[in-house]
């Protein structure tokens, strides 16, 4: 397999995708980056002396952050929602929890079945229904408002209960038909199954059972209606959150500014590399860095990244997505490899056959479910995927009236296939150096441009899965520049330019 001649030629057309960026970037990156485009003056990678964080200012900072994530995941998860979850039965907590409302509710019982019986506990419990009762309704249903007021009216019910004369279940009735006024559509078998029961503290149970879906309904649709004014404002909204949180904890670069340096010096040593192979190149000046490139480059070390280290802060709120597209590429990888193994080992004989490609990947893409998880076993599924796409071969060779494939051959297939894990595989290199030259290609283009770049080759069997990640990936990347932009330049301005005046940006606004 021509390996060696096929990564040379990666390696070149890698640097020139970037060479476009990189000439235009060049004649105007210090000037773009040499003025001062935080939103505040406590901007990131300054030079003040560490400042000390107050408790307040931490949960301050933390609860900014909350803020900052759960908004985030609003606007652009748009399968976001809240749901209904319990501990497991089976578990402590879930146990704890069953033991502790069975003594609850069983207490109750013994109280109401007392003579006479002792309501405490129960006004307690309609008091709070009440409240929940009130707090769904919107603002001017002041008929309703009075109504629930003027039926669950704890003092009266308290005069009541001292002469014995509370029609308990008159109330509960009062408070199923609200609720049934009330609730989603959804909830209403819930409601006639509260209709249904005669036992008063089982009653009460699943009224609160019922009131806290309810509580889940509304706050999701309240979700779905914020969800379209947060797009709009998402950029504004995280850039502001995420200053605030950086006037509480100055630190909140460190991860951000190291990253960024870490791609500096990657870019640093590519160009290093580039000058030392090229016999007249001139190394006297100092190397021009497409600040583009740079962030380019370090968005392109997150899909590759060890997501048990911490993510850049200015990344947080998109870790799962990009962890996600990571283990999607992952598996994409391993069966364009399988495959270009596949059609390098048999050859012409399966070449001219319909959609051969697709059944190999339909042979593979089982067998790869859940790779990322620790107890996945990758040899095993790769032995296995050998065995299984020679069956695959030997069957169409034999339709086709060919011989099939001799034992030797066999063997070198399920060989190549099985040996895909291995570090620096030249199979697995290349096809990994491909998928980084298309992401890298995709980040070069305008984020207007809605064209997919060309599809590098190996890779046309995972071509609309890979335009599909990648079409996400850009998403993510063009967001958190929108977002993160400011801050960004901030840092590049100090590390690309370090001799800079830090007046100078002040200065020059001042006149312009």
């Known amino acids: 397999m021509p390996l060696n001649e096929d990564q040379n030629s990666d390696s070149d057309s890698s640097r020139l995708s970037e060479s476009t960026a990189s000439s235009s970037d060049s004649e105007y990156s210090r000037q773009s980056f040499n003025s001062d485009s935080s939103s505040k003056p406590s901007s990131p990678a300054s030079a003040s002396p560490p400042k000390t964080i107050t408790f307040d200012e931490l949960m301050a900072a933390a609860r900014n952050l909350t803020d900052l994530t759960l908004a985030h995941e609003i606007a652009v998860n748009a ?17 704890v929890k069953q033991i502790v409302h069975k003594a609850f509710w069983d ?7 007392e003579d006479p019986p002792e309501y405490e506990h129960a006004i307690k419990l309609f008091e709070e229904i009440k409240e929940i009762l009130l707090s769904f309704l919107t603002p001017g249903a002041n008929r309703i408002q009075n109504q ?28 199923i038909n609200t609720m049934g006024k009330l609730c989603a559509p959804i909830r209403d078998n819930d409601i006639k199954q509260l209709k249904a029961t005669d036992n008063i503290v089982e009653l009460l149970r699943q009224i609160f059972r019922v009131l806290d879906l309810m509580k889940m309904d509304m706050a999701n649709y309240t979700i779905q209606n914020l969800r379209p004014y947060l797009q709009r404002h998402l950029v504004d909204y995280e850039r502001t959150k995420f200053q605030e949180i950086l006037e509480e904890t100055p630190s909140a670069l460190d991860l951000t500014t190291e990253w960024i340096k870490e791609s500096i010096e990657d870019e640093l040593s590519s160009i290093s590399d580039e000058s030392s192979s090229s016999p007249g190149a001139e190394s006297s000046s100092k190397p021009i860095i497409s600040p583009t490139l ?30 996600e597209l990571r283990e999607k590429l992952n598996q994409l990888k391993i069966i364009a490899c399988v495959c270009l193994i596949t059609n390098n080992t048999v050859g012409a004989a399966i070449v001219d056959v319909p959609d051969f ?18 107890t996945f076993d990758l040899k095993e599924a790769l032995n296995a995927i050998g065995v299984q796409i020679c069956s695959k071969v030997n069957r169409s060779l034999t339709e086709r009236g060919l011989p099939a494939l001799n034992e030797e051959m066999q063997s070198n297939l399920m060989g190549q296939i099985a040996h895909i894990f291995e570090e620096n595989n030249p199979v697995s290199s290349l096809i990994d150096k491909r998928i980084q030259f298309f992401m890298r290609s995709l980040l070069a283009l305008p984020s207007f441009q809605k064209c997919m770049p060309t599809m590098p080759g190996g890779l046309s069997v995972i071509q609309t899965e890979m335009e599909f990640i990648g079409s996400q990936y850009a998403s993510i990347v063009n967001f958190n520049k ?9 840092i590049l301005r100090k590390l690309l330019f370090p001799e800079t005046p830090m007046g100078k940006a002040e200065t020059e606004t001042a006149t312009n």
């Open 79 to 95: 399968n976001f929602c809240i749901k209904d979850e319990d501990f497991p039965r089976n578990s402590f907590a879930g146990t």
């Open 357 to 374: 490609a697709d059944q190999l990947k339909r042979i593979s893409v089982p067998l790869l479910e859940g790779m990322n998880k620790k």
């Open 294 to 323: 740079v962030l380019n480059n370090g968005y392109l070390k997150l899909l590759q990244w060890d997501y048990c280290k911490t993510i850049p802060e200015t990344l947080i709120t998109d870790e799962v997505r990009l962890q």
């Open 482 to 490: 929108q977002v993160y932009g400011p801050f960004y330049a901030n």
């Open 107 to 113: 207490h109750l019982e013994s109280e109401l079945n």
């Open 148 to 175: 629930i007021c003027e039926v669950l009216d704890t003092d009266l019910i308290r005069q009541q209960a001292e002469h014995n004369a509370v029609d308990i279940h008159g109330l509960a009735n009062y408070i």
